[in-house]
């Protein structure tokens, strides 16, 4: 089972500032990750597949960049709606499909 | 427009059995794997199960041989039929659509299931 570990657990920035999260893989995934927001009542929402590519609708303030067991998600300039919990998820080796413990990103 | 509506969820005993279903719409549905992933209170996200196009099934380990997923294309729709509930399977449960061997992109609002006496 390949296991994602997202840091930092919560981040805590202004609105404007520069996010940047993490998530490392114990083993490679090639380029088989994606990122998801989830705010607090909803579904998770697909930001990220395939490492870099932003999903339809998404913002280009969202990018995703890495390969094989290193990847961020860079929010250039944070807006007040982008504070929610932000998931990575890997569909390289599966079963099981498996996603980060979540980073939390919250107002400063 | 995609449109994934779960339903099914509730309260039931440990030892009980629930049948949830996703209606799906925007989207020719034979088409795509579909997923089932649960979200327990206040925790992370966890894939349960998926159904490829052909039929093919697939579990995470803890619910293999309680949880059995299927699909009904005629009818747009997909089901997971959860037997031997355990407090730990206490979740809200989310449909989701399938790309890409793996990928997961559009996403129902969910389905909460509480196991507990």
């Known amino acids: 089972e390949i296991v994602l570990t997202q840091s930092p657990a919560t981040l805590s920035l202004s609105p404007g500032e520069r996010a940047t999260l993490s998530c490392r893989a114990n083993?490679?995934?090639?380029?088989?990750l994606a990122w998801f927001q989830q705010k607090p009542g909803q579904a998770p929402r697909l930001l990220i597949y395939?490492?870099?590519n932003r999903a339809t609708g998404i913002p280009v303030r969202f990018s995703g960049s890495g390969s094989g067991t290193e990847f961020t998600l860079t929010i250039s300039s944070l807006e007040p709606e982008d504070f929610a919990v932000y998931y990575c998820?890997?569909?390289?080796?599966?079963?099981?499909?498996?996603f980060g413990q979540g980073t939390r990103l919250e107002i400063k | 427009e995609v449109q994934l509506v779960e339903s099914g969820g509730g309260l039931v005993q440990p030892g009980g059995s629930l049948r949830l279903s996703c209606a799906s719409s925007g989207f020719t549905f034979s088409l795509y794997d579909m997923h089932w992933v649960r979200q327990a209170p206040g925790k992370g996200l966890e894939w349960v199960s998926a159904?490829?196009?052909?039929?093919?099934?697939y579990y995470l380990a803890s619910v293999k041989g309680r949880f059995t997923i299927s699909r009904e294309n005629a009818k747009n729709s997909l089901f997971l039929q959860m037997n031997s509930l355990r407090a730990e399977d206490t979740a809200v449960y989310y449909c989701?659509?399938?790309?890409?061997?793996?990928?997961?992109?559009?996403w129902g609002q969910g389905t909460l299931v509480t196991v507990s006496s």
């Open positions: 159904i490829a196009t052909a039929g093919d099934t």
């Open positions: 395939d490492a870099s």
């Open positions: 989701a659509r399938g790309y890409n061997w793996g990928g997961l992109d559009y």
């Open positions: 998820q890997q569909r390289s080796h599966w079963p099981p499909i498996t």
């Open positions: 083993q490679s995934v090639s380029s088989y």
